[in-house]
Structures are given as C-alpha cells and as structure tokens.
C-alpha cells in the first residue's frame, strides 16, 4: 500500500523500489542466464513474428488459469506487501521467518450453526488443494501472475452452516509481537481485517490458498493460509488468517477504517474509478528479467479481467459510490 505521504506517486514505489532493483540484479542474473542459453538452444535465431500476430493464448472459461506469463518465483516471494513484517517491499521476505505457522488454528464464530477453534487440517477437511494462476493487481499499480494451491474459499465456508443473518465474511489476521516485528509501529490499526459479502465470498473464484508455486505458501505471502480474491486490488487478499466471522453488518476492514476516502469496502479493480491520489487505468506487472523489474505499462482491465466470472454481482450498483 502506500505510505502516508501525499504525493503523486506512492512513496513505496520509489525507494524501496530502487533498493530492491539493485539488490535484485545482485542475485538475478546468475540464475537467468543459463535458463535463457537451454531455451535458445535450437541454434540461429530466427526473425520472431510481429507481435500482433501471434495469437494470444485465452484464460479458462472459468477464471481458474490466466494464459498470462506467471511472475518469477523469486519476484513474488520477495516484493510484498505484508506491513505486520515491515512497510518496504523487501522486509516481508528478510523479517517473516519469525512466523510461526504451525501449529495453526482458526477460529469460526458468528452467523452460523457450527463455530469454534479449528486446527488447520480440520478447517480445510476434506477439500484437496486445487491448482489457480491468478493475476494480482496491488492499488499502488503493480501486478503480478501468480500459480496458487487452495480451495474455494466458499466449499470451506459451506461447512460451518451459515445462518440467513449472514450477510457478510470478515476475516482476522494474526497480530502478535513476538512473531510480528512491525506490529509495534501504527501503520495499520491492528490486527489486519478484511471482508467480503457473503456472495463474494461463495464466488468460485474466491481462493484459500495454502501454497503457491507448488510449494507451501512462504511466510512473507501470508503462510499458512491466506484468501485471494482475484478481481479485488491486492490488499483485499488478507494473510496468515486467524479468524473468520460470519456477520449481519458490514464488517471494519482495516484499509477502509484507516484511509476510507481511498480504498472502500469493495475494491473492484475498476480502471474508471481513480484513487484521490493517482489514476487506476494502468498498471506494469512484475515480469522479472534480470536486469528489469517492471514490464510495460498495460491497460488495467475491469474486475482485473475476471468481468465475465463477478460483473454480475454488482448488478445495478454503482460502482463509482460503492467503490
Ligand atoms: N495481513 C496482511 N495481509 C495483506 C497485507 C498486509 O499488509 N497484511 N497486504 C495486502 C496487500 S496491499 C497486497 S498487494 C497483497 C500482497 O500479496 P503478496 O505479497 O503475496 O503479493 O497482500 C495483502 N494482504
Ligand atoms: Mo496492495
């Protein structure tokens, strides 16, 4: 997110950026160089086709794969936003080893028959994690494609009997301390909560995810469980979750509680509407060359491209009040 300096550009992307190419070119370029020289081993290059003509690989029907190229490994367990662990980009991947993410339970309450402190294991029983490549489209501007491991968030959620009040999911991140070095700084009002309505959060798309890369989910990306909620900017997709309430009201969400003329409870990525401070009708994705963190600026899409999957959902909302 950014930090609360009023600029034109989020101060987030500017230092802490600089810092992390430098440091990324350190590391990259002993690992792209031979990847490149065993794809190019065919022997003379050949003149490639002009861009428009090759033919785009499409995403599933289902919102479940994007064609799009996923980021780096590397890149997207090392550029992050996880404030508990620190506010630039890189200290998430240097602090969140202190996590300890097992054992790991979850509690359950509210608006539904079946509550109550769940080990980890019992929680996601009996779902096998399903395979998803997302994108994630961060508010700052930048978005990455990323392979997650998880279930649908709502095949979960259907277990623990949700009652007609429910009207809402609101989740809890951890917030502790010993575990959590940033927590000790108010950048956020603590712990971490987001929500979804309840439609949201049934929507198939709406991921728990327990991995990423098919391996267990890094800590600095929200081990051991965390939601991804593919056509919301990236800060709805809250980590290390700790608790899920089923809720009648609205629930606070801490970006909302914290900033509420800039980021509302619904967070559609929607190209239309700005935030105060910068236009959402582009963004630049984390491609990862050796040399190049960014890739060109292309147009953000609505409902970060999953509008056949959620647009309606928001059926006769205006989406410029309900933003
Ligand atoms: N608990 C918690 N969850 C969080 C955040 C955070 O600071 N704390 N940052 C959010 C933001 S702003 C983004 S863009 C994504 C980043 O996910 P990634 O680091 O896995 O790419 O996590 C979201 N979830
Ligand atoms: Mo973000």
Not at 19 to 43: D, E, K, S
Not at 70 to 75: A, C, Q
Not at 245 to 265: C, K, R
Request: glycine share 8%.
């Amino acid at each position: 997110m950014n930090n609360p300096i009023p600029q034109d550009i989020p101060a987030s992307q500017i230092t802490p950026e600089a810092v992390y190419r430098a440091r990324r070119q350190l590391i990259g370029f002993g690992l792209a160089t031979p990847l490149l020289a065993l794809a190019g081993c065919a022997g003379a290059e050949e003149t490639p086709p002009p861009a428009a003509a090759a033919a785009k690989p499409s995403d599933s029907k289902d919102g479940f794969r994007t064609a799009d190229e996923p980021t780096r490994f590397e890149d997207a367990s090392q550029y992050n936003n996880f404030y508990e662990f620190g506010t630039g980009k890189d200290d998430p991947a240097r602090n969140a080893h202190t996590l300890r993410t097992s054992p790991w339970s979850v509690v359950v309450g509210g608006e539904a028959e079946v509550t109550g402190t769940f080990a980890l294991d019992d929680f996601l029983k009996p779902h096998a994690a399903q395979d998803r490549i997302y994108r994630l489209r961060c508010v700052e501007g930048w978005s990455m494609v990323i392979p997650w491991q998880g279930v649908s968030l709502g095949d979960v959620l259907r277990r623990f009997k949700p009652t007609s009040r429910a009207k809402y999911v609101a989740f809890t991140t951890l917030a502790d301390r010993g575990q959590m070095p940033g927590i000790r700084f108010p950048a956020l009002d603590w712990p971490y909560r987001e929500g979804l309505r309840m439609d949201e959060a049934m929507n198939p798309l709406t991921l728990l995810a327990t991995g990423m890369y098919g391996k267990p989910l890094p800590n600095q990306n929200g081990a051991p469980l965390r939601l991804v909620v593919p056509w919301k900017y990236g800060f709805k997709s809250i980590k290390s979750i700790v608790r899920i309430d089923f809720t009648e009201q609205m629930p606070v969400t801490s970006w909302n509680q914290s900033q509420p003329e800039e980021y509302g409870f619904y967070s559609n990525v929607n190209p239309d509407v700005d935030h105060p401070r910068w236009s959402q009708r582009t963004e630049r994705r984390i491609a990862g060359t050796a040399s190049k963190l960014f890739a060109e600026r292309i147009a953000t899409l609505p409902f970060n491209g999953y509008a056949a999957q959620v647009a309606s959902l928001y059926k006769g909302m205006d989406l410029r009040r309900w933003f």
